[in-house]
């Protein structure tokens, strides 16, 4: 499986990363917003090796884990599923005349949500065959992507079948089709592979779209609330995909809908909408001047997402645009160039020189070959024509479609000599590099067909069924080929073997191609009337298209278009234009290197812009280009790090949701034929309002009466009534599912912060303990403290600042400043990579060592100070100081030293920041103990983080553990307590029955408390049931460290139902470790589902604590479900703080020594005693000078 040459960095022009990939870097090199960050590197090495690129290094993780697998029964599977289901969707709406895109988006959720459903419900094996590995890993999700967007593109080999048979009655018998559709797929796949060594190897070769894809799959599969990356942008990547997906889902109804004026607005034109040259000027469907577009599907649909274009290239193509479209265009048309102003002034139709529709089947014989006899005529009869006004005479020709086509058995013969297959294959390896080349670098798909076609032209006269088989392995390859290259640069980012890659590949390729020709085939023997104007359901636009230039370039030909003598003959100095212009910007550019924008021209993005017009509008490039300029100009420069976090995501969360509503809106509405109700917001038969610009210089609108039946009627025809019977349970079944994953997606974190209250003048009986004892505190979650953040937090009864320095470590500090006091905490800001600087004078201070530095240039020198206070100020008598005689009000106590303020040793881990307190000097920075780090146990149990709880109770630190040891773990489960306010604190561990009145239903409790140094704990322990007995020795091997043993106290409660006295059902097992006085760890295990509490305490000040709760539970367990649970142990804690906040700390205490619950609260309270070790009170009411 290993290919080290496939992953050997082969590109030498890396020296400028930047300046290929956006325009801004060009401009402003010391913009410290164009530094390179490796945002997903996790690494603590500073050394590691990181993408040059920071748009690969903020999506795509250098870290690979080569033991996770990809290639297992569920990927393959659901690979294989999603490939025949994505293949016969985008068939189906291929032959639409509104057709609908099934973006990558859709694969990657329903893959992702279907490995996590097969994860959970799947045993590990069947007949000793492992089907079920595990957690549902990236890989797999990735290899899932791989196969299943072989089925999204629409496979072109099918249109050129689909032409034979719908235009010429030629009927290729099935399995030749099949040959066909498939040869010409293993051929883009075979040069792909050839090519990956110049096209997807060098790390220049960045394919932006794959950063989206990658970007998404680490989103869904990766990142909880619980964040790696420590930004000021708290919120997770997850969560903000969900949100942006149900406010996409809610936003497209209007465009698609209810609005559709949005898709494309021209307001300009909407001003004066019956002046023609005003409407083709500003008309979106026109040169769309001050037009502008609200719909995301429109933006993307011919140039894809602006979000994945570097910003040089939007110059680029923007500038294009402008030259073409708002510069010679207006001029050709209104000099009348070709007699120009008799058509209008952009269409993607054929028109003769009169402005009518050109009829092709007056040009062929009843072969469907060129007539040359009948072109000459009619050639001549258009001349003719050409010097008639339009006055006297117009022919309003159309189209003439099946009852044209007569049976022709002369089509049997071949009819594409074997020597053209060579040729395609040259040709695909000449175009494929410069083009493999673009796409790679700018996201943008320009595959010229026009070099094509006049080849074609030139070997295969006058024969359309040859020029349609050389289109499809040469033109339709070539997007293949691009469509596979693109898996493997995704395979490459997302660390797939490349054998592994291949062979899915390969496989899926296959299957695709069976299930498009079933699919296809199905639908044109069942549909009637489909790929004509009879249906306008089913236009089969493409299909049309493809037809028109079998008869332009195949049967008609370049020369009698385009050669010497033709009226289009000028147009042929755009070849030299071509090859000219690019030599003119390179030769510039070496004459004047110091002008970096003449490196950025690239006349092949600016020429070839406007290829997608029509049938693309012109409004799609100005709103296209605005996006661009939003995210790859402005958020790029200004909010750099939220462009590196959300940018991808939002491209493919848009999408999606775009992808997610116009399946639902086509399902419920469209397919029954129901439209909105007309109103000026549907924009009348153009959509923008501005019914003229479709119009020619003479105001006369060219159509039929069908297209206008279409508009109004809307009603389709369907596949046959089984699907219309079916399309309800389809939303319920994709759907419902979908939104509901969605809803919960973003309601999956539950926080319960209690606003923070003090209870005065605590009552105490006798001497208590010390209020703040040795050991680790929690201070803050790790999510809240981005990179350069400063807090002020109490802990322990001091102040203390906690900052993150811009080496993304965590440190704790005295809060206050020892030249003037000045608070570092409020207005302290961070310097190089480990200081806070004072507000008030600038003083600064090493969060490593706390000593007071002059930083500059991540160079420390302590500073030195000499010390002066205050000596018996009350008794001194008054006087002027002067230089023979200073001052008796201060005293030097010391000259020439090095100051620092009180560091707090601290630890970031499980998604918290920890501080250690120890009240004797010599331990304040060397724990006696070290943290349980609990990441692998929750990533084992494919676990994740649902909710937290944050609460303040004014009683002793003590007391709130000693009680929690006993009964928190069964806070949650008690439904029939917590819920009708019953109070189980008063319940008797030794009672058989929690619900009395029920007689045959009992619940049994067992509970075990130990100090973890117990010599025969594990026996102590060991538990009857042989799964939980191992999940508890797993626990014990994984947290009981020699060193830690005598500061964890261990605890282990087994509860069962009885039923009938008869029946037992056991309902689980909870292992706890209490980590020195404050953190807790439960661990619950069930044989129905595993969970995990997290508790932790600090002292705030003296009878005043912090509580936090964390539950972790498994993924597959509903959001709602996580949630009950924790609203039932916060509504239990609330009751606890009513008495805890209220009851008096008493010295002398009563234990019931026959009765075990008290037994374990003596014995915890002897262990916990060794956390008061040098502990005494004092309370800071004054600064310290």
């Not at 997770?236 to 995909?241: G, H, L, N, Q, V």
Request: proline share 5%; net charge neutral; hydrophobic share 45%.
């Amino acid at each position: 499986m290993i290919n080290r040459d496939e992953y050997k960095n082969i590109d030498n022009t890396l020296s400028k990363p930047i300046e290929l990939n956006n325009l801004n870097t060009t401009l402003d090199d010391d913009d410290e917003s164009t530094t390179t960050k490796p945002l997903l590197n996790n690494s603590n090495d500073n050394d590691d090796e990181q993408s040059p690129y920071e748009e690969v290094a903020a999506n795509i993780s250098n870290k690979d884990d080569p033991t996770v697998l990809c290639l297992t029964f569920r990927s393959v599977f659901i690979g294989i599923l999603l490939t025949c289901l994505m293949s016969i969707t985008s068939q189906f709406f291929a032959y639409r005349t509104s057709p609908l895109d099934m973006n990558i988006g859709i694969v990657i959720l329903l893959g992702y949500m279907m490995g996590e459903f097969m994860s959970k419900i799947l045993p590990e094996q069947i007949f000793n065959i492992p089907i079920n590995p595990g957690s549902f890993s990236m890989k797999e999700h990735a290899l899932i992507t791989i196969m299943a967007t072989s089925g999204i593109e629409t496979n072109h080999a099918i249109q050129t079948i689909t032409v034979e048979r719908v235009y010429f009655n030629y009927y290729v018998d099935h399995v030749n089709a099949i040959l066909f559709i498939i040869v010409m797929n293993l051929l883009a796949l075979s040069i792909a592979g050839i090519l990956k060594r110049y096209l997807v190897w060098p790390a220049s070769m960045i394919w932006p779209k794959t950063l989206m894809t990658c970007c998404l799959i680490r989103t869904l599969d990766i990142e909880t609330k619980i964040e790696t990356n420590k930004t000021r942008w708290k919120m997770t990547r997850s969560k903000f995909f969900w949100l942006i997906v149900l406010f996409q889902f809610i936003w497209y109804w209007f465009p698609a809908y209810i609005f559709p004026l949005l898709s494309m607005f021209s307001f300009i034109c909407m001003i004066a909408p019956h002046n023609i040259i005003f409407s083709q000027i500003t008309g979106a469907n026109g040169l769309s001047l001050g037009a502008i577009g609200f719909d995301w599907n429109v933006c993307v649909a011919f140039l894809d997402s602006p979000i994945l274009v570097p910003f040089w290239a939007h110059v680029n193509i923007f500038v294009g645009f402008i030259v073409v479209i708002w510069i010679v265009t207006p001029i050709i048309y209104y000099s009348n160039t070709w007699d120009s102003k008799k058509m209008p002034i952009i269409s993607n139709r054929a028109f003769d020189i009169n402005g009518d529709y050109y009829d092709s089947m007056k040009v062929l014989n009843k072969n469907l070959l060129l007539n040359e006899t009948a072109y000459q005529i009619y050639g001549k009869f258009i001349v003719e024509q050409f010097r008639m006004t339009l006055s006297d005479k117009r022919n309003d020709i159309h189209a003439k479609l099946m009852s044209y086509y007569p049976e022709v058995s002369e089509w049997c013969s071949p009819l594409l000599p074997g020597y053209i297959m060579i040729i395609a294959i040259v040709i695909n390896f000449i175009m494929m590099i410069p083009t493999g080349v673009i796409v790679a670098v700018t996201n943008m798909t320009l595959i010229l067909a026009v070099p094509i076609d006049i080849l074609s032209s030139f070997i295969l006269p006058g024969n359309p069924i040859g020029f349609l088989t050389l289109e499809a392995y040469t033109h339709s390859c070539q997007y293949q080929i691009i469509h596979v290259l693109f898996g493997f640069k995704f395979a490459h980012y997302m660390k797939i073997p490349p054998r592994i890659t291949f062979s899915m590949l390969l496989t899926s390729v296959i299957i695709a191609s069976i299930v498009h020709y079933i699919t296809a085939i199905y639908l044109l023997d069942n549909v009637p009337n489909i790929c004509t104007h009879e249906n306008p359901s089913w236009k089969c636009l493409i299909v049309e298209t493809l037809y028109t230039l079998s008869i332009i370039w195949g049967a008609v030909g370049f020369i009698k278009t385009f050669g010497v003598g033709s009226m289009y003959a000028l147009l042929l100095f755009g070849l030299l234009l071509g090859v000219v212009l690019p030599i003119i910007s390179w030769v510039l550019w070496k004459k004047f290197p110091n002008i970096k924008w003449l490196a950025l021209i690239n006349f092949p993005i600016i020429l070839a812009t406007t290829i997608n017009i029509p049938p693309a509008p012109a409004a799609a490039f100005t709103t296209w280009f605005l996006m661009g300029f939003i995210f790859n100009f402005i958020l790029y420069r200004h909010a750099h790090e939220w462009w590196e976090k959300y940018a991808y995501v939002f491209s493919a969360a848009m999408s999606c949701g775009v992808a997610i509503c116009g399946f639902v809106i086509f399902i419920i509405l469209q397919n029954n034929g129901i439209e909105f109700p007309q109103w000026w917001g549907t924009g009348g038969p153009t959509r923008d309002g501005c019914p003229l610009e479709i119009a020619n210089y003479s105001g006369f609108v060219l159509t039929n009466k069908k297209l206008y039946q279409f508009i109004k009627s809307s009603i389709m025809t369907i596949i046959n009534d089984l699907f219309l019977n079916t399309s309800v349970w389809t939303v319920i079944l994709i759907i419902l599912p979908i939104l509901y994953y969605i809803y919960y997606r973003k309601f999956r974190i539950f926080i319960f912060d209690q606003p923070e209250k003090v209870t005065k003048g605590k009552v105490i009986r006798g001497k208590c303990p010390p209020s703040y004892p040795n050991g680790w505190f929690w201070l803050i979650d790790s999510c809240n403290l981005a990179g350069g953040d400063v807090k002020f937090i109490q802990h322990c009864g001091r102040d203390v600042v906690l900052f993150r320095g811009h080496n993304g470590k965590p440190y704790v500090l005295e809060a206050y400043c020892s030249h003037m006091g000045g608070n570092l905490g409020i207005g302290g800001k961070v310097r190089d990579t480990s200081c806070i600087e004072c507000p008030f004078h600038g003083w600064a201070f090493d969060g490593e060592t706390g000593t007071c530095v002059f930083s500059y240039d991540n160079r420390k020198v302590p500073r030195k100070v000499d010390s002066f206070k205050y000596i018996d100020v009350e008794r001194c008598t008054p006087h002027i100081s002067n230089d023979q005689q200073p001052s008796i009000y201060l005293q030097k106590i010391a000259e020439n030293q090095e100051t620092k303020l009180r560091k707090y040793e601290c630890r970031e881990m499980n998604g918290s920041i920890f501080a250690w307190y120890h009240a004797i000097e010599e331990l304040r920075n060397k724990p006696l103990y070290e943290l349980i780090d609990i990441k692998d146990e929750i990533s084992r149990n494919n676990m994740e983080v649902r909710g937290e709880s944050i609460n303040y109770v004014n009683c002793h630190i003590q007391e709130i553990p000693e009680n929690g040891m006993i009964i928190t773990s069964l806070i949650t489960f008690h439904f029939d307590n917590i819920y009708l306010g019953s109070d189980i604190r008063h319940f008797d561990f030794l009672h058989d029955s929690i619900v009395d009145s029920i007689s045959f239903i009992k619940f049994k409790w067992s509970l075990l408390a130990e100090r973890a140094s117990t010599p025969n704990i594990r026996e102590i322990m060991k538990h009857s049931n042989t799964k939980a007995n191992a999940y508890k020795m797993h626990l014990f091997d994984r947290f009981l460290k020699e060193d830690n043993l005598r500061y964890i106290n261990v605890m282990s409660l087994d509860c069962s139902l009885h039923l009938f006295n008869k029946y037992e059902i056991y309902l689980f097992n909870t292992t706890g470790f209490q980590i020195g006085p404050s953190i807790v760890y439960l661990f619950l295990w069930s044989p129905y589902f595993k969970l995990t509490f997290f508790h932790t305490l600090t002292p705030l000040e003296k009878f005043h604590q912090r509580v936090v709760h964390r539950i972790i539970t498994s993924k597959w367990m509903p959001y709602w479900l996580s949630t009950l649970l924790l609203m039932g142990e916060v509504k239990q804690l609330y009751s606890d703080m009513k008495v805890w906040n209220h009851k008096i700390f008493s010295e002398t205490l009563n234990y019931n020594i026959q009765n075990y619950t008290d037994q374990c609260l003596h014995a915890y309270r002897n262990w916990y005693a060794q956390f008061y070790d040098g502990c005494y009170e004092r309370e800071a009411k004054s600064l310290f000078w």
